[in-house]
T-cell receptor, first 113, second 113 residues
Framework: DTAVSQTPKYLVTQMGNDKSIKCEQN?????MYWYKQDSKKFLKIMFS???????INETVPNRFSPKSPDKAHLNLHINSLELGDSAVYFC????????????FGPGTRLTVT | DQQVKQNSPSLSVQEGRISILNCDYT??????FLWYKKYPAEGPTFLIS?????DKNEDGRFTVFLNKSAKHLSLHIVPSQPGDSAVYFC????????????FGSGTQLTVLP
């Protein structure tokens, strides 16, 4: 019974395309996040949403647009994909904005060719 | 600007011995520190955390030590088991509009049978 799920797990696409990654959590949490793990293995925060409201946007190009249709879902849409967007993207959730522990999804490996 | 650093990319220990993973940080505003464990093709899973007002937190085989004056924390695993082989990420959190996590680059622990 997966707590935080992401689809797809792997995504291979060409430069210039638009793609989406979906995330769902069944933990009843209020806050959700997107992280990017780059080639140097650092996980860096991209966005944070609380009850469908954007809280954090960490200097991410505006080609990246998160969408939260409800508090259990946080999708990531990427326009005009570039080679540098190749990375593993992790979705996470926490009980609320003040919660310390975050629960991560399995990741989506995006490869842009 | 790496605020959280894990200077050892890998560590090998014998089964039954102690594993010590180290982490350094630069931001004095961090008030919580966490360790996450990550298996290949999976998301990070929470292991243990410590508040900045404490110097030790223990949970079963896992103990985290915090030295605030040195801005250093370590994770001790005793005894180490082959199933502990994974990448361990140190992360830090600061209170704010949302508790985003700042991660280190990870240490690959291999426990040899």
């Amino acid at each position: 019974d997966t707590a935080v799920s992401q689809t797809p797990k792997y995504l291979v696409t060409q430069m210039g395309n638009d793609k989406s990654i979906k995330c769902e959590q069944n933990l009843g949490h209020d806050t959700m996040y997107w992280y990017k793990q780059d080639s140097k293995k650092f996980l860096k925060i991209m966005f944070s949403y609380n009850n469908k409201e954007l809280i954090i946007n960490e200097t991410v190009p505006n080609r990246f647009s998160p969408k939260s249709p409800d508090k259990a879902h946080l999708n990531l849409h990427i326009n005009s994909l570039e080679l540098g967007d190749s990375a593993v993207y992790f979705c996470a959730s926490s009980q609320d904005l003040l919660a310390i522990e975050q629960y991560f999804g399995p990741g989506t490996r995006l490869t842009v060719t | 600007d790496q605020q959280v650093k894990q200077n050892s990319p890998s560590l090998s220990v014998q089964e039954g011995r102690i594993s010590i993973l180290n982490c350094d940080y630069t931001n004095s505003m961090f008030d919580y520190f966490l360790w996450y464990k990550k298996y290949p093709a999976e998301g990070p899973t929470f292991l243990i955390s410590i508040s900045s007002i404490k110097d030790k937190n223990e949970d079963g085989r896992f103990t985290v030590f915090l030295n605030k004056s040195a801005k250093h924390l370590s994770l001790h695993i005793v005894p180490s088991q082959p199933g502990d082989s994974a990448v361990y990420f140190c992360a830090a959190s600061v209170a704010g509009s949302a508790r985003q996590l700042t991660f280190g680059s990870g240490t690959q622990l291999t426990v040899l049978p």
